[in-house]
Structure formats: structure tokens, C-alpha cells
């Protein structure tokens, strides 16, 4: 057993036989140099000693996971896989490795090289430039979120003043609308008091005109019953030094409908002047109100 053991920790997970130019990952599989190199350049950089993502059987080895990402990939991969020369250019245009042969083949037909040296430089540098304008923006954007955060504590704070002052505000309104509808029906009283005084007078001098004038009427009734003409006469003159019938009560009719004591008719309770005190609801939309609400 040990036999199989000792060839197995010599053999290349990849072509399964005794390593050639073996190489140790990071993680500590060993592969032959071409076998690890054609793996990484084809797929990505992870160490393919694991499931079945590499070509070949499942030895017992290989049924051991592994996923370490195998950094850097360029000290692996260091020969193009198809012509077996170091890796010495960046195809700019591809963004990928080449080598010398890979650049004057068809496939980089009027490609942009660069020495990797120098891509790489270049490339840390514009990443360098990136990180530090990130850097910039991050703190930028911090800002913002700061002085966002500071309005919507602002805006909550000046919400809750408004609110307040609206409820003082309303607050008054009611009072002002309670005192003022307290008011006039005050004055309503007084002014009903008053016309149902004047009213009452009135009814008490129509009173005074009509008992008059039924006594009248029956005393006129009475002399007319007289048909000799010299009582007649006499009895009306001695009753009634005041005239005819028409003088006495006529004038008192008309005294009546026209001069003093006559009907008190309803009168208007609402003058022009309370119109002005009446319930407006657009007080409510205009004013200084409305200002006060506005953020
Ligand atoms: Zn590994
Ligand atoms: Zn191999
Ligand atoms: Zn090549
Ligand atoms: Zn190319």
C-alpha cells in the first residue's frame, strides 16, 4: 500500500503520471508546469484539484475538493499554452496575455500589444487613480447622506413646530367663534326682548281701540233704535258731543294703521352688520394661516 501511496503523491492530478516540471500551488497541489498552465490560462484561477472541471478519471486524490483561488496567476502561468513561450505581452484589445508568436498570429491581427510590465504598471496605476477617486466619491457621497439626514431631522423637527402652532392657532379660532356665536345670540335676546316689548304696547292699545269702539257701536245701535226724530236727535247730542259716527271712530282706525300705537311688524334681527361676523370657511385657506403652513 504504501507503494500506491508514493506513486500517487508523485503522480499529476491533471495527466495522471509522474509529474514533469512540477509546480506548487499556494494551496499545496502540485501539478505538472504545462498541465496547471494550460488550466489556468483556458478557465479561471482556481486550483483545479477538485469535482470533475478537470479533464481526465477521478483518481482517489481528486476526490478531495479544493476551490483556492491561486494568486498571482501569471507566476503559474508563465508559457502560452499553444506555442510553449513565456507570456511576455498584453494584448491590449483582448485584454489577455500573449507571447511573442500568439502577437504575429491571426488572431491579434492589428491588435495593441504591450510588454506585461508595463500593462501591469499602467493598469495599477489607473486602478490606483480609481481607488483613490472612489475614495474621493465615498467620502462625497457620505456628505450627502449626512446632510440628507440632517434635512429630514430638520423637516420632522419644523413639522412638529407647525403642528403645535396650528393647534394654538385652531385653538383660538374655536374660542374667538365660541365668544363671538355667545355674542350675538346675546344680542338676538335683546333684540327680540325689545321688539316683543314694543309689540306688546301695541296689542295693548289695539286693545283699548277695539273695546272703544264696541262700546260705540252699541251705544249708535241703541239711538238708532229711537224712531221719533226729536229723541233721536237728542239722544245722540247729549250722549256724544263729538260729531257723527264716522268722526269718532274712523279717526281712531286710522290712528291705527298709520299713526302711533300701529301694528309693530317682526323685525329684521340680522343687520348688515352681523353679516360680517357670519362663518366663513375660506378664512380657514387664506391669510396668515396659510403662510404659516407653507415649509
Ligand atoms: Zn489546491
Ligand atoms: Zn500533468
Ligand atoms: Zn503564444
Ligand atoms: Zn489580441
Known sequence: MASVSYAEDLACSACLTIFTDPVTLPCGHSFCRQCITKFLVRDNPICPHGPASFYGSLSKIQKRKCSTIVMPVFQVAELCPEHEEKLKLFCITDQQLACIICRDGEEHEGHRFKPVKEAAASLRKELETFEQHAADDIHAIETLADIQK????????????????????????????????????REL??????????????????????????????????????????NFLRSWTEGNKMGTSGHVVRPRLNELQGGRGRVVRAVCLHSEKDASTRFDPHYLHSGSLSKTLSF
Open 150 to 185: 440632517n434635512e429630514m431631522f430638520k423637516t420632522r423637527e419644523k413639522s412638529q413646530q407647525l403642528t403645535i402652532q396650528i393647534k394654538k392657532q385652531f385653538q383660538e379660532m374655536h374660542d374667538f367663534l365660541r365668544r363671538r356665536e355667545n355674542e350675538i345670540k
Open 189 to 230: 335676546k335683546h333684540k327680540e326682548e325689545d321688539s316683543v316689548g314694543k309689540m306688546r304696547e301695541a296689542l295693548e292699545a289695539v286693545d283699548i281701540v277695539l273695546s272703544d269702539s264696541r262700546e260705540l257701536k252699541e251705544k249708535v245701535n241703541l239711538v238708532l233704535k229711537i224712531s221719533e226724530p226729536e
